[in-house]
């Protein structure tokens, strides 16, 4: 889930034989870190196509070539940021049978991940919302699928459906306006306060 545009190699200018999707690839992975770090450098209103394209190393040509525009390029960096979020949680979680058990490992690895990643921990939570209410959406999306998780540990644990399926969707929304609220104090949202979030793990 790494923003930071210096974590990705950026490729040497002038020929070098690579297949064009691979430069492509990559200078769309640069343009998402940038725009993570852009809206933290001063928020998604002041962010400029110029501003972003020059921060990940690339033209605005290029960056028009990714992006129909600035708000393209953040939902896009949002869908792709959260992915990356996902990845590495069923990564971590692969080798965990125990629900309960998953549910602490996946709350402690999101911690850690978010806590590593300050721009991008903005963007998920309070940069996207800047988008309108189709930044709201996403975000709503993504919270679901949160959600989805907690349900399918509860029921799991619990050998019976959840009561309240609403209960998971709160806790999801709970802990990503806890992250949120952190991130505005810059501040970390810890494991223990989001598995407090969670009364039945």
Not at 43 to 48: I, K, L, Q, R, V
Not at 67 to 88: I, N, Q
Request: aromatic share 4%; net charge negative; hydrophobic share 40%.
């Amino acid at each position: 889930m790494e923003s930071d545009t210096d974590g990705i190699r950026r490729l040497p200018p002038g020929p070098h034989g690579l297949p064009p999707e691979v430069v492509e690839r990559n200078q769309r992975e640069r343009l998402i870190a940038a725009m993570a770090e852009e809206c933290a450098a001063g928020g998604y209103a002041a962010t400029s196509v110029t501003g972003i394209a020059r921060r990940a190393g690339v033209s605005t040509a290029s960056f028009y070539r990714q992006f129909k525009d600035r708000r393209g390029c953040m939902l896009a960096s949002f869908e792709e940021l959260f992915g990356r979020l996902l990845e590495g949680l069923e990564r971590a979680c692969a080798g965990e049978d125990d629900p309960r058990k998953k549910a602490e490992v996946g709350i402690r690895t999101a911690a850690a991940l978010l806590a590593a990643d300050s721009p991008t921990t903005r963007l998920l939570t309070l940069e996207i919302l800047a988008v309108g209410n189709q930044g709201a959406r996403l975000q709503h999306g993504a919270i679901d699928r949160l959600a989805s998780a907690l349900r399918e540990v509860r029921e799991a644990a619990d050998d019976s459906p959840s009561l309240f399926p609403t209960t998971e969707w709160a806790a999801a929304a709970a802990m990503v306006s806890l992250v949120a609220k952190r991130v505005a104090e810059d501040r970390s949202a810890d494991a223990a306060e989001l598995e407090s979030i969670c009364p039945w793990l």
